[in-house]
């Protein structure tokens, strides 16, 4: 009975939300969501905590995943705690955080086998989590503060530089991440510090941009709840990101957005989601209606099962994979908890043609077992090796597991 305790951890509960509000909008059959607040809204929701079991990574577990034909996968490194985000430098190095431990660790495959045979940590700094390399430095990002810090030839790392040292508190998500664009310019993302509620700093839901030393910072693009992965498309360089959807809607809302990021565009959270769709909890401040709101709201290209919570983002560009799978992007879905079955707990294939976003494919899958009530991996970074294979980590066993192709 302990075990069946702590393996699954499943409640049901349905709240009703009673808010004074004006004009008459439905959201669905059980919501009555007005344009203003001098009507009556209500809105039913069914709500599931749902957390399948952790069980090792073993040889047999991992025996079970599964991979288009042509591919496999198996565990590269093992032992890193809790792995989060990935960087892989020009020579092959690849450089882990672990937010919990405040680590970063070095990780080689020196003989090139396909297995790591060195890992060494090599930094430590509270709380770091997203991490990139940019014109041969490492730049590092913490809750409140990024980093940049020199690479040595031995693959350590030289004293680190503070950039930026007031980013808005963490609150509810505090997994920051970094990259850089084609324009040389530091990206930052910036989550939401609730679940859904009227922000109190300007830069919280949002994606920022700097200069490469942290300089001159705007708000690139607001109203994402939590934007972890993003980035450009190797041929037309837009940018794209997929954005975490609000908790507590029920089990189908709110779905997880792919979103085109554009400069100064308004992405609706927390008042506007999904397709259009009005947050029954949350108005817009003063006498802006849904409808207003929603006319400067930029909808999502395409949308995703809902609390699958989309992770490690990464565009193909090796030679390893088949040419059908050139510039499209994989996607780490590290799994749900706030629904009644699980979602997530994959890898996915977002498929792009003409440049577009257009639909999605299962890649890696198989960590959830025992019909779905035990789990041996949640996805969270990932990113394309120096030989064209794809890596990815697990930070609940504290794998990192390697995805390769041979005809």
């Not at 705690?81 to 990780?107: C, F, Q, S, W």
């Not at 693959?155 to 998500?173: A, E, M, R, S």
């Not at 970094?178 to 830069?203: H, R």
Request: net charge neutral.
């Amino acid at each position: 009975m302990a075990r069946l305790h702590n393996a699954v951890v499943y409640v049901a509960a349905t709240a009703a939300l009673v808010l004074g509000c004006k004009g008459a909008e439905k959201a669905s059959t059980s919501s009555t969501i007005p344009e203003t607040n001098d009507k009556l809204t209500t809105a039913q929701i069914n709500g599931y905590v749902y957390k399948p079991a952790l069980i090792p990574a073993n040889d047999q577990q991992i025996a079970q995943l599964k991979v288009p034909a042509g591919f496999t996968v198996t565990k590269f490194a093992k032992d890193l705690g809790k792995p989060r985000m990935l960087a892989v430098h020009t020579n092959g190095d690849i450089y882990v955080t672990d937010r919990e431990a405040g680590t970063v660790t070095l990780v080689r495959d020196t003989n090139q086998d396909g297995k790591a045979d060195e890992k060494r940590k090599v930094l430590t700094l509270k709380q770091v989590h997203g991490i990139t390399i940019h014109q041969g430095t490492l730049y590092l990002v913490t809750v409140k503060e990024v980093y940049s810090a020199p690479m040595q030839g031995d693959g350590t790392l030289g004293q680190p530089k503070k950039l930026i040292d007031d980013l808005p508190d963490g609150g509810q998500h505090a997994n920051r991440t970094i990259a850089f664009g084609p324009n040389g310019m530091m990206y930052l993302t910036v989550g939401s510090t609730c679940n859904a509620c009227q922000e109190t700093s300007p830069e919280s839901a949002t994606i920022l941009r700097a200069n490469a030393d942290g300089t001159n910072r705007k708000i690139y693009a607001k109203g994402l709840r939590n934007t972890i992965g993003f980035g450009w498309h190797p041929q037309s360089q837009e940018l794209y990101g997929l954005d975490h959807g609000i908790d507590w809607l029920g089990n189908n809302e709110q779905r997880e957005e792919v979103n085109a990021i554009k400069q100064d565009a308004d992405y609706g959270w927390p008042y506007i989601y999904g397709e259009g769709k009005y947050n029954p909890a949350d108005r817009p401040p003063g006498d802006t209606t849904y409808q207003q709101y929603l006319r400067k709201t930029t909808l999502p290209l395409l949308t995703y099962d809902a609390h699958s919570a989309p992770l490690g983002f990464a565009f193909y560009t090796g030679s390893q994979f088949p040419a059908g799978y050139q510039n499209d992007a994989f996607v780490a879905l590290r799994g749900s908890w706030n629904r009644s079955s699980p979602t997530g707990y994959k890898v996915v294939r977002l498929r792009f043609v003409n440049g577009k976003p257009t639909r999605f494919e299962d890649f890696l899958t198989g960590f959830l077992t025992d019909n779905n009530r035990s789990m041996f991996g949640r996805p969270v970074g990932i990113a394309q090796h120096q030989d064209g294979s794809l890596l990815l980590t697990d930070d609940n066993n504290g794998v990192m597991y390697r995805v390769a192709y041979s005809q």
